[in-house]
């Protein structure tokens, strides 16, 4: 039995009106200039994928080589060697075994690990977590718009992209703002048929031009979004659906013309009970995600190289595991960056360490990390953006959290 709180949502297909929307505005970007870095013409893109539900960083990197983790998390703890073992990332951190993408990654030095990470938030609600997460204030409840739109905004003109892409039924917070953005959301549910399609664009020209103009549009951003290969297939599960998402977002991104920055999250790891070790359902979510950066690396192509991936979420869980096998919600977690720009095949972490004078509240791995440094050092190093701007515009009131310095190549 599974046991999530009501706080966390399960992802939602979207409507056929939601794509017509978002199809309105894509044909926008044909008109839009590239931003390339003036030091080496680099052309690059950045992707930031929301874990919603608060993800047991624990657990996807686990610090084997702590004295103190394997009683913590007990029956689910990773273990270096026997079956199932975990992929070691070096004497200390071992990575899930539902991650051999990663890791591989990270062997090539195109992924690297940011340990006993979090945001501002001490607290522990999904809502104010994910608000503080994807806002980029200290504190949740203070804006309607999110740190990646601003730091859309903040670009340099001329050179500025217009637009970002918004992957999901709705744009998440960390995309709302003052600068455009388009939206695609893959579809789950049975799809109308190529003629009623056509007799519903005969019926639209007749009588609304808007809408006719919109559903052209909608259609030809469906089918270079997903074309044959990404039609829903029966049993593929949650795991498959993350990869389809993955695959249709990189797809538009690698285009000439699309979109440089995009935002997706994938929900459903908040696991209370029955999380699972090496196996079961947090290695079955894991393994999407794993699968999901595959998609991207090979759907982007050439542009893998100039690509950096923010995979973050809006707090930890409890270092000792509860009755239930499950963790509870905490406060340190991971940050996983992957890419080709990555200047990865590292561990970045002032490791607190577990002992129980170590952990925040006596109960959780304590954060040492801030991670809007993290995404400042990518947001500076990628798009050239400024420490001041940074502090004030797109983190507001963050200038203790200096950008971390040395993430991309």
Same mark, same amino acid.
């Given at each position: 039995?599974?046991?999530?709180?009501?706080?966390?949502?399960?992802?939602?297909?979207?409507?056929?009106?939601?794509?017509?929307?978002?199809?309105?505005?894509? /044909?926008?970007?044909?008109?839009?200039?590239?931003?390339?870095? %003036?030091?080496?013409?680099?052309?690059?893109?950045?992707?930031?994928?929301?874990?919603?539900?608060?993800?047991?960083?624990?657990?996807?990197?686990?610090?084997?080589?702590?004295?103190?983790? $394997?009683?913590?998390?007990?029956?689910?703890?990773?273990?270096?060697?026997?079956?199932?073992?975990?992929?070691? &990332?070096?004497?200390?951190?071992?990575?899930?075994?539902?991650?051999?993408?990663?890791?591989?990654?990270?062997?090539?030095?195109?992924?690297?690990?940011?340990?006993?990470?979090?945001?501002?938030?001490?607290?522990?609600?999904?809502?104010?977590?994910?608000?503080?997460?994807?806002?980029?204030?200290?504190?949740?409840?203070? !804006?309607?718009?999110?740190?990646?739109?601003?730091?859309?905004?903040?670009?340099?003109?001329?050179?500025?992209?217009?637009?970002?892409?918004?992957?999901?039924?709705?744009?998440?917070? !960390?995309?709302? @703002?003052?600068?455009?953005?388009?939206?695609?959301?893959?579809?789950?549910?049975?799809?109308? *048929?190529?003629?009623?399609?056509?007799?519903?664009?005969? +019926?639209?020209?007749?009588?609304?031009?808007?809408?006719?103009?919109?559903?052209?549009?909608?259609?030809?951003?469906?089918?270079?979004? =997903? @074309?044959?290969?990404?039609?829903?297939?029966?049993?593929?599960?949650? *795991?498959?659906?993350?990869? +389809? !998402? %993955?695959?249709?977002?990189?797809?538009?991104?690698?285009?000439?013309? @699309?979109?440089?920055?995009? %935002?997706?999250?994938?929900?459903?790891?908040?696991?209370?009970?029955?999380?699972?070790?090496?196996?079961?359902?947090?290695?079955? &979510?894991?393994?999407?995600?794993?699968?999901?950066? /595959?998609?991207? =690396?090979?759907?982007? @192509?050439?542009?893998?190289?100039?690509?950096?991936?923010?995979? /973050?979420?809006?707090?930890?869980?409890?270092?000792?595991?509860?009755?239930?096998?499950?963790?509870?919600?905490?406060?340190?977690?991971?940050?996983?960056?992957?890419?080709?720009?990555?200047?990865?095949?590292?561990?970045?972490?002032?490791?607190?360490?577990?002992?129980? %004078?170590?952990?925040? =509240? *006596?109960?959780?791995? $304590?954060?040492?990390?801030?991670?809007?440094?993290?995404?400042?050092?990518?947001?500076?190093?990628?798009?050239?953006?400024?420490?001041?701007?940074?502090?004030?515009? !797109?983190?507001?009131?963050?200038?203790?959290?200096?950008?971390?310095?040395?993430?991309?190549?």
């Amino acid at each position: 039995m599974t046991m999530d709180c009501s706080e966390s949502l399960m992802m939602q297909a979207t409507s056929r009106r939601t794509l017509l929307l978002g199809g309105a505005s894509f /044909a926008a970007w044909a008109y839009l200039p590239k931003f390339a870095r %003036a030091a080496d013409g680099r052309d690059p893109r950045f992707v930031t994928i929301i874990l919603r539900g608060a993800l047991d960083g624990l657990a996807t990197v686990a610090p084997v080589g702590d004295p103190d983790y $394997a009683s913590l998390h007990g029956a689910i703890a990773l273990r270096p060697d026997g079956p199932n073992a975990a992929l070691m &990332l070096d004497q200390f951190f071992g990575l899930h075994p539902a991650m051999p993408e990663f890791a591989r990654m990270y062997r090539a030095k195109q992924a690297a690990v940011v340990h006993a990470v979090a945001t501002s938030y001490r607290d522990r609600s999904h809502f104010d977590g994910q608000d503080v997460l994807e806002s980029g204030f200290s504190g949740p409840g203070r !804006v309607q718009s999110g740190w990646l739109n601003r730091a859309l905004e903040a670009l340099p003109k001329g050179e500025r992209v217009m637009s970002a892409l918004a992957v999901g039924p709705t744009t998440a917070l !960390v995309l709302r @703002g003052a600068a455009p953005t388009v939206g695609w959301a893959p579809t789950a549910l049975p799809q109308a *048929a190529d003629d009623t399609a056509m007799r519903l664009l005969d +019926l639209y020209q007749h009588r609304d031009p808007a809408l006719a103009s919109a559903l052209t549009q909608g259609l030809q951003l469906e089918k270079q979004a =997903q @074309g044959d290969e990404m039609k829903p297939k029966p049993g593929g599960g949650g *795991a498959a659906a993350m990869r +389809l !998402v %993955a695959r249709g977002a990189a797809k538009l991104m690698a285009a000439d013309d @699309g979109p440089r920055i995009g %935002a997706l999250a994938f929900d459903g790891w908040d696991t209370h009970a029955n999380e699972g070790g090496p196996v079961g359902r947090l290695a079955q &979510l894991l393994g999407g995600l794993d699968g999901a950066l /595959a998609e991207f =690396q090979s759907g982007l @192509g050439a542009r893998w190289r100039d690509t950096v991936i923010v995979v /973050a979420t809006e707090f930890g869980r409890t270092a000792r595991i509860n009755g239930t096998e499950g963790t509870d919600h905490g406060t340190g977690t991971i940050a996983l960056l992957a890419g080709g720009a990555v200047n990865g095949g590292r561990m970045i972490t002032d490791w607190p360490g577990l002992k129980p %004078a170590n952990l925040y =509240q *006596a109960r959780d791995l $304590a954060a040492t990390t801030d991670l809007r440094a993290v995404i400042k050092g990518v947001l500076h190093d990628q798009f050239g953006l400024g420490e001041r701007v940074l502090a004030d515009t !797109v983190f507001p009131d963050s200038a203790p959290a200096k950008p971390m310095k040395g993430l991309v190549v």
